[in-house]
């Protein structure tokens, strides 16, 4: 089949997948639906994503390996992204032959279901290049409606007015604070023993002894022997020891106001464009 005769129910499968997501089996992002290459009776058998940095490849996987989740616009694929950017990929320059398609069921580990010998290359009749939708990993195409694109038959790559986006970016410091123990101040009281001397007055009592002669007659008629005992008292120095507040320690903390200065490698990207296009007539 011609590349600009397309039976309606290639119209139809080319309209259904347009748009559409490609996740891997970890639901990562592979990219969009950029081509869609189908058999002769119109059954998707193989799909198309951009990769590389402007898109200008794309990575061929067979639909057996896909499964379709319409109620979010996306295409499930039995394989991780990493895998899949490293497929077999072709471009505008490359045709769709059985040799490559060998080649891709084989990176893949997969058995085609019949032999591609007999009918050529799919330039001959099914591709479905430029969507109308397209995707890369790392820019973005607007949205164009089939009608301004060369894939309605209406016009051609020429007439295409795809504004392809490529995001720059660059890495920027952000820095915050969080609590760490910086320390620990651990307050101990022991116990020092001293020896104090203080003076206390005492008093006491002393006997002194005077014999003092007297004359006349004795007041007690007895002669006889008698004892007499007189009590001497002296103070005694008593020690007792109390506890007695002398000092009081005082703890604070105070929140001190600083400022650090830190120092960190960033990444930033760059975008440098060669032009190597030529024009007629010039």
Known sequence: ??????????????????????????DQKIGKVDDLF???????????????????????????MATVDDSRQAIVVATDKETAKNGPSFDDDREITPEFENEVYSYYGLQQTGSTEDRGSYADYS??????????????FREHSPAEEGISGEG????????????????????GTREVEAGAMRVRKRVRTDREQ?????????????????????????????????????????????????????????????????????????IDIEDDTTRRGL
């Open 1 to 26: 089949m011609d590349h600009e005769q397309r039976s309606d129910g290639f119209t139809a499968v080319e309209d259904r997948f347009a748009g559409y997501t490609v996740y891997d089996h970890s």
């Open 38 to 64: 189908v058999d002769e009776n119109d059954q998707p058998e193989y799909i198309g994503v951009k990769m590389g940095f402007l898109g200008t490849r794309s990575t061929l996987i067979p639909f057996q």
């Open 127 to 140: 591709a479905g290049p430029g969507m109308a939708m397209g995707d890369t990993e790392s820019g973005e």
């Open 156 to 175: 051609s790559d020429l007439d295409d007015r795809d504004e392809l986006r490529v995001q720059r970016t660059e890495e920027e410091l952000a820095a």
């Open 198 to 270: 203080i003076e206390v007055p005492t008093r006491r009592e002393e006997v002194s002894v005077e014999r003092v002669p007297v004359s006349g007659e004795a007041t007690e008629t007895e002669i006889g022997e008698d004892e007499v005992v007189v009590p001497v008292t002296e103070e005694e120095v008593v020690v007792s020891k109390r506890p007695v507040a002398k000092e009081e320690v005082r703890i604070r903390k105070d929140v001190v106001e600083d400022t650090q200065v830190v120092e960190e490698d960033v990444r930033r990207e760059e």
